[in-house]
């Protein structure tokens, strides 16, 4: 029986096509979905990877023969797969490797509603069955084959989030759009569309080889074309999406990245304006001035572990309106509790749009602190390095100490997280202070120990 163990991850399917994983098991996939979710029907979506179509055909065929009805939508975002499997009320899978090069491929997968399908919630059931089917073949069936069908939902999806967020009010504004050659190049223009906004594209054409550069925003060499565009076109704001267009990141008039603990501050405080009193959800690596923003606003914050997983299993817990991480997904209520950065993007363009200050006045209100940025660190004993860590400030007057997510320790005016990496040999390590002297103290005393 083969292992697909290196290809089911916590939260998705991801790997190497055709070495890893291929249209045979694709097909195995859909047929285990159907079968899992006992779904009448299905949606199925696909990014611009060369791999993509035939992938998600395989997979509807697979679905087909349970006995499901197959809706396909063909070329889209994430976002807006989660979309169709909120309207429509069905479970969904999205084919896309998100930022990955160009050689993986991937599934992510949901139930009616877009809630989360993981590995506690059908994602091992669906591998036990490929795993089993993929050395018996599939077992025969008296339900009666599924019908599969096309349906396009660009313009409902780009509707729906205009709904969301009125800008028919506000200044006209010039927006640089890298779209890194993914799915933003298919639904920036719809979305956009009649909106006072001068649109400068830039990498719109779809092609999953990625020429110009890998369309991973977070990393900050992916943001150099961007900034470098802002600046020549004296561009209100850039906007850079990854590759299935779920994540955005965001340039200020300067060049200047803004930091997504910023964005989610802006949009919690504009979500609470709209609905006072509302719970919003953070990563345990947001900023200090995700909190402060929510209470001077007259919120509650939920603080949770790093992952999509959990920010959605919270928000369905606690009714949360919104909530933000610091790898720039943003999760909303009115979204049927599912990550959109397009939906976080046209906030942003409201906030800045509905007054006169530049992008970096208007979030320096939201940016208060000084912060590290994201440092990995290899190393040959996750736990004993984090023990040692621990160790060293232990004793220490005003340090706390907590374990939601590896180890967070607090002093009066900094903290940091260090966490495992969950698929690789690494410590991660935040840093936030009141001032960049102090990040750089504490970041470099527990890195002389981490590295040790």
């Not at 050395?135 to 969301?164: C, E, F, H, N």
């Not at 504009?270 to 007259?298: C, D, M, Q, Y």
């Not at 260090?418 to 202070?433: I, K, M």
Request: aromatic share 8%; proline share 5%; glycine share 10%.
């Amino acid at each position: 029986m083969p292992d697909l163990s290196q290809i089911v991850k916590a939260y998705d399917v991801r790997g190497v096509v055709p070495d890893q994983w291929d249209e045979v098991l694709a097909e195995l996939f859909g047929a285990a979905f159907a079968t899992v979710t006992d779904a009448k029907a299905i949606v199925v979506g696909h990014d611009m990877r060369p791999s993509s179509p035939g992938l998600s055909r395989a997979f509807a065929q697979g679905a087909a023969s349970r006995g499901a009805d197959v809706v396909e939508i063909g070329l889209c975002s994430t976002d807006e797969l989660y979309f169709a499997s909120g309207k429509l009320d069905l479970p969904g899978a999205m084919f896309t490797a998100s930022h990955n090069p160009a050689q993986y491929n991937g599934i992510k997968m949901c139930r009616a509603g877009a809630a989360p399908v993981g590995q506690d919630t059908g994602l091992a059931e669906i591998r036990e069955l490929a795993e089993a089917w993929s050395q018996s073949g599939l077992p025969a069936t008296d339900a009666t084959p599924g019908t599969i069908t096309q349906r396009d939902v660009l313009a409902d999806y780009a509707g729906y989030l205009r709904d969301l967020v009125d800008l028919t009010g506000i200044r006209r504004l010039k927006v640089a759009v890298d779209a890194g050659n993914g799915m933003g190049g298919h639904t920036v223009p719809t979305v956009f569309e009649g909106l006072p906004v001068d649109l400068v594209p830039m990498y719109f054409e779809l092609d999953g080889t990625f020429p110009n550069h890998e369309a991973n925003p977070l990393d900050p060499k992916n943001l150099v074309d961007l900034q470098a565009k802002v600046r020549e076109t004296g561009a209100d704001i850039g906007l850079a999406f990854d590759g299935d267009a779920d994540r955005c990141f965001v340039v200020d008039e300067r060049g200047e990245p803004v930091s997504p603990s910023a964005i989610t501050a802006l949009v919690a405080a504009r979500e609470l304006a709209k609905h006072p009193g509302e719970t919003i959800i953070h990563n345990l690596i947001t900023s200090w001035s995700v909190p402060e923003v929510v209470k001077e606003s007259g919120g509650t914050t939920v603080r949770t572990r790093v992952g999509h997983s959990f920010i959605k299993q919270e928000m369905a817990r606690t009714g949360a309106i919104f909530g933000g991480e610091h790898s720039a997904h943003y999760y909303f209520r009115d979204f049927w509790k599912a990550d959109t950065g397009m939906l976080a993007a046209l906030h942003v363009l409201a906030a800045l749009g509905g007054q006169d200050d530049t992008l970096s006045q208007l979030v320096a209100e939201y940016d208060r602190y000084a912060a590290s940025g994201e440092i990995n660190s290899t190393v040959a004993d996750q736990a004993e390095r984090t023990a040692a860590v621990h160790a060293a400030f232990e004793g220490r007057r005003g340090v706390t100490f907590d374990e939601l997510d590896g180890l967070t320790v607090t002093g009066d005016d900094w903290w940091f997280n260090l966490r495992p990496s969950n698929t690789e040999p690494l410590l991660r390590l935040n840093v936030e202070a009141r001032d960049a002297g102090t990040v750089a103290r504490v970041r470099d005393e527990v890195l002389a120990i981490v590295r040790a």
